[in-house]
Nanobody, 126 residues
Framework: QLQLVESGGGLVQAGGSLRLSCAAS????????MGWFRQAPGKDRELVGA????????RYAVSVKGRFTVSRDNAKNTVYLQMNSLKPEDTAVYYC???????????????????WGQGTQVTVSS
């Protein structure tokens, strides 16, 4: 069983930055593609960004492209989400998720992922 724990959320003013971390344990982290999702109240959970097991391949939602960056450090069993130029509409609970994969693929749907963290709240004030 792979365990995922997010951290780094909080309250920030519009235009500010946050870096979320997701620490994995229990299995070999480099065997997993990773994704960051978010869910705002009353809305569906949506993909923010995703990264292949090696880190060579990344994809982003249109709404965050150019502002957010997903990266990973397999030696530290951690995936990151750097969020810059934050907007009030970025307010949500952010989740990391893992899918077993040693291909260079990117996975876009919540149903693709097998393991989820508990989420961390990000609130952006205007």
């Amino acid at each position: 069983q792979l365990q995922l724990v997010e951290s780094g959320g909080g309250l920030v003013q519009a235009g500010g930055s946050l870096r979320l971390s997701c620490a994995a344990s229990g299995r070999t982290f480099s065997n997993y593609a990773m994704g960051w999702f978010r869910q705002a109240p009353g809305k569906d959970r949506e993909l923010v960004g995703a990264i292949s097991w090696s880190g060579d391949n990344t994809r982003y939602a249109v709404s965050v492209k150019g502002r957010f960056t997903v990266s990973r450090d397999n030696a530290k069993n951690t995936v990151y989400l750097q969020m810059n130029s934050l907007k009030p509409e970025d307010t949500a609970v952010y989740y990391c998720a893992a899918k077993p994969s040693r291909y260079s693929g990117i996975y876009y749907w919540t149903s693709d992922y097998d393991y989820w963290g508990q989420g961390t709240q990000v609130t952006v004030s205007s």
